[in-house]
């Protein structure tokens, strides 16, 4: 695997749950609280505020963001939540952000009445395209389950009205789409330990969302905690670690599933694991039947956070967090699909990587490539503030060898 950009955006840019999207020589990039616009390939970024686009649309900036690339309207995608409850989705093109230094948008206000609720608040949301459609999936807060969303991309691109449809489901809070997705939208869910629900939307207008269920070989969620050199906890409770489907992507006739595990099967006396680990299942489309599960692990640390995506020739890429025991946790990217090939993006003493998600997906124009968010919280002690950390985010262009 090579690592064609691997750009340190400290200490301009701060924060964790990272995610990037590139188009020739303009990219985009989202941390937890700020987000930055690169019009030279990605060597340098500027500072855009989510706060001011938010505010733009009547609210107040809360925290998770997305974005990604659409090459069929030649825009970028920059999905926000708010601290109200909407959700605002903004789009602009690669000429609008190298004219406005990023500050161009034109946004959309997603409330709860979108949905037909009076009141809501959303997280997790994220954000993919298919052959037709915009596809976003956040949770529901207040009304329980997750909201699965589309949009018509001729409709995005011409900046006018653009009517969705939207499905909310109770079955599942946490509901990961798939990248590359083709045309129709695919999304995953863990229902238990033991049960991925498959979601199916085809892209004809009026078509209903379908699933079907597979089993599974059962996940630990139990044990987390893993340490570090310095003794800090980098997966505590706090961190929110769990078993939930936070990668999917599409390969030919394959959908790929990732998941973070635990140590312990509930109900189980002794370690599946030694440390926590990443899932895969594989999926074969025709026959809608688990081909296998696969499992990023090692004896001497762990492994969290996982994302995927798959470029057209189908080979699928992880974005993902690892550290514990002798290591300091790092990000990390690799392929699991055609190769199975990881390699770090960053490096030092750190006390964290990942937080909820490092996003992964396809660079334009040359979609051999993926981007990634990476992310890094590094120990930089002072002599005024000696316990100082300070984030690292990273844009990362890579691809397999």
Known sequence: MILAKNTDLAPKIQGWETAAADAFDIAF???NWTAAASIDGGKTFTSVSPDDLAAAAGDTFCCDQGVTYVPAIN?????????EGPIVLAIASPDEIRDSKGLAWTFYHLTARTFHFERDEFDYPDVCFGDNFLYLTFNSVQQGGAILLRYPLQQLGARGTITGRFAHVTDASYICPAQLTGNRGWFGALLDPSKLRVYSWPEAATAPVSHFDLVLQTIPTEDWSSFTPDNDDWLPPTSKIGAAVTGAARAGQELWFAWSGGRKVSGQRENTFPHPHIGLAIVNLQGQRLIGQKYVWNPEHAFAW???????????????????GSLY????????????????????????????????????PDVDNFVSGGYVALKEPTKKDPNRVIDHPHYVVFRPT
């Open 329 to 364: 946790p790092q990000h990390g990217v690799g392929t699991v699909r055609r190769t199975w090939d990881f390699q770090l993006t960053t490096a030092g003493k750190s006390t964290g990587s990942g937080g909820h998600y490092v996003r992964v997906g396809l660079s334009f």
């Open 306 to 324: 996982p994302a995927l995506a798959a470029n057209p020739a189908q080979e699928v890429a992880i974005s993902y967090a690892y550290g514990g």
């Open 29 to 31: 990039f989202t941390a």
């Open 75 to 83: 825009a970028f995608i920059w999905i926000l939540l708010t601290a």
